[in-house]
């Protein structure tokens, strides 16, 4: 698809769920992006090491923030920071890069703060991520998600909301890295 063809750019609004608002980053997020990927550092490392190895100080969040803000403008790469609605804190974050070819794809990475996990805002954030890929104007026709196999927590956020693993892929490496699971959904009809 050429850059003529792009569509539009997606609106930078917040998108709403029963406990959480889905917004994209603005530079006074800074800090307390810094602070989540600081304090969960070790264990954001296998699945997010090039977010990880960018942020190793607030500056470097600040310098992330502004990318992702140009990423968006570009249709690169979507991020929505996760916020708890009635505390304002921040809990992670969700990302959709698609892949502009005639059948737009969308990969989908999620990540939270490990205080925020085991109470349900992954899965609410990622129905919410699903609901904007799939709308105009990025109307994806298949949104994808890669799990470590040893994060089984990841794994039961995408299936239940509804996406389906995909058969394994061979493994290149299989004594380097931990084995991945790939999930995908396609719109309802």
Same mark, same amino acid.
């Given at each position: ?25 603005? #530079? !006074? ?17 296998? =699945?997010?090491?090039?977010?990880? !190895? ?31 609605? &009635? ?11 698609? #892949? ?13 703060? *490990?205080? #925020?996990?085991?109470?349900?805002? &992954?899965?609410? =954030?990622?129905? &919410?991520?699903? !609901? ?7 109307? *994806? ?7 470590? #196999? ?17 058969? *394994? ?16 959904? =396609?719109?309802?009809?």
């Amino acid at each position: 698809m050429s850059v003529a063809e792009l569509p539009q750019v997606p609106v930078r609004a917040p998108r709403l769920t029963p406990r959480l608002t889905l917004r994209p980053y603005a #530079a !006074a997020d800074a800090e307390a992006f810094f602070t989540v990927i600081d304090q969960n550092r070790e264990r954001l490392l296998a =699945a997010f090491p090039s977010r990880v !190895a960018a942020v190793t100080t607030l500056a470097d969040a600040r310098q992330v923030l502004l990318a992702y803000h140009q990423d968006w403008q570009t249709r690169r790469l979507f991020v929505f920071g996760i916020w708890h609605t &009635a505390s304002g804190a921040y809990l992670g974050d969700i990302s959709l890069k698609p #892949a502009w070819t005639r059948a737009v794809t969308a990969e989908i990475g999620y990540y939270l703060s *490990a205080q #925020a996990e085991g109470q349900g805002y &992954a899965q609410e =954030a990622l129905a &919410a991520a699903v !609901a904007f890929g799939f709308e105009p104007p990025i109307q *994806a026709t298949r949104l994808d998600i890669r799990c470590y #196999a040893n994060n089984p927590r990841s794994c039961a956020v995408a299936e239940k909301v509804g996406f389906r693993r995909l058969p *394994a892929r061979p493994r290149l490496w299989p004594l380097r890295t931990p084995e991945i699971h790939y999930y995908s959904l =396609a719109p309802r009809a």
